[in-house]
């Protein structure tokens, strides 16, 4: 059972706010999802190499070859602010 | 490398045993990012050199750069780590402005490189990951919701790094500069990176402990971060190591944190950092496929190592008979390396390696080559600086016939510096400086020298008596004044011989 505590850590860690309600549900359906992942384990996988990844597909590998990036206002285009020619972003050492 | 030198880098330490390990942070110098295929920057004006993949915006997705992998490889060869057979990426999860997808690509359990060596130092892992944007604090330019602002510049974001993690192997602070600095060379030659700690391409960490002498626990460690040069890394960890003994002196307990050093003021100070639980939350990257290193990329990756520093030392050692300390100071600096090689082949050809002409391969003497190499470390590193003797006016050739004019005794070592002031500063060849400035060594037996010799008597009279009563050291004056007649030509023992003869002493 997942307790309040850990959805609280969890939701400060992705920068979540919830409610008294939610921070009930989430407790809630968090275990649930545990509680379903912990029924694999009752499977035989020894033979079963883990996975990663869905595709079988391995070394998609790019030539290390340059093209031209964005124009810079097309990069500042959806900042909320710009200064400086960059992102402007409350300084995260105030 | 420590030459056992009276004062220890770890006096003051009561006696606890340092124990330091490093995290290194090597910018690759591919053409493009990790993930994308804008160029890297190198100071282009902010946020020129962005795409949708190293701005994180939605739908975007990377694509390993081929030769990152293969400059993984190089590393993991060079540093002779075990490659990773399958090699995969993950999400490594923390917000930061620099940061604008969440999370930072990066490896975590199956990384490119495992184990390894390079000197007396444990590699414990080699991975790949992506570098962070550039954060540029502007404070009280402007105000956003109340707080200072930063702004960011993704010119940087998604540059190909390789983290290198060290075991805990290192003793001293001296040792962990000369290391890095063994490291950064060897990178170097690899031609894997600028490797510049300054411009922030190589970048370093250190974890640092203290226990008492010969226990096998560790102490509590400490990271100490960005030290911006070999000198601050240096510094840095002392100034760790002895605020540790300090504490543990007063029976206080060292506390894992995080330290920044002040190079300024020397001061060590934590770190604030809002995030600074490491709950990192590491996923596989569901954008990206695994790796699978075959023979073929292991191959192309071998048939690209140069000679690495370590080898070319002992080379060095074992071919030229240098000493150690020469021959680290050439290999170490690969362009001296590179052109003291240059001159000892010129040696062998002439076959003034007073090995003859016929041999093959020309055996170097290895006092000629010794010879060499302090000319080339010495005088002439002296008179060209940080500059790479190849770019100079004196070619390897030139300065290898002017040792061999010295060895020969044509010349005095005097007369050889003064040769190759002209050389550096005009060109030339040797023989012909020495030739217009009379700088031919004056023949034993010479007239002209006796003569000299006894008008420097004449002029030191004092000293004269002194040598007849036994003080040898008194000849100095003697021997000053005929160098400064003779404009250094004058073979030091023959006029010593010539002054004792004169006062009817015995040689």
Partial sequence: ?????????????????????????????????????????????????????????????????????????????AAPLVLQDGFAVPSPQA | MSDGAATSPNDGLDGFEPVIGLEIHVQLSTATKMFCSCPLSFGEPPNTYTCPVCLGLPGSLPVVNARAIHFGLMIGLALECELAPRSSFHRKNYFYPDLPKGYQISQYDEPLCRGGRLGEVRIHRAHLEEDAAKLVHVGTSGRIHGSDVSVVDFNRGGTPLVEIVTEPDLHDPVRAREWLELLRTTLRQLGVSDVNMEEGSLRCDANVSIRLGGSVALGTKTELKNMNSFRFLERGIRAELARQAELLRAGEPVVQETLHFDPQTGKLSALRSKEEAHDYRYFPEPDLVPIQIDEDMVAAARAQLPELPAARVERYESEFGLTAASARHLAFRVELGAYFEAALAELARAGDGHGGVDAAPVQIDPAVAQQLANWISGELVRRLGEEDPADSRVAPAQLARLVALISQRAITAGAGRQVLDRMVQQGGDPEGIVETEGLGAIASGDEALAGVVAAAIEAHQGAAEKIKAGNAKAMGPIIGYVMRETKGRADGAEVSRLVRAQLGLEN
């Fill in chain 1, 1 to 77: 059972m997942i307790d309040r505590e850990q959805v609280l850590h969890v939701a400060q860690l992705a920068r979540l706010e919830l409610s008294e309600d939610e921070l009930e549900r989430m407790a809630h359906e968090l275990s649930g999802v545990l509680d379903h992942i912990e029924r694999i384990g009752e499977l035989d996988l020894d033979e079963v190499a883990p996975t990663s990844h869905v595709v079988e597909v391995e070394n998609a590998l790019r030539e290390d070859k340059p093209r031209p990036p964005l124009p810079r206002e097309v990069a500042l285009a």
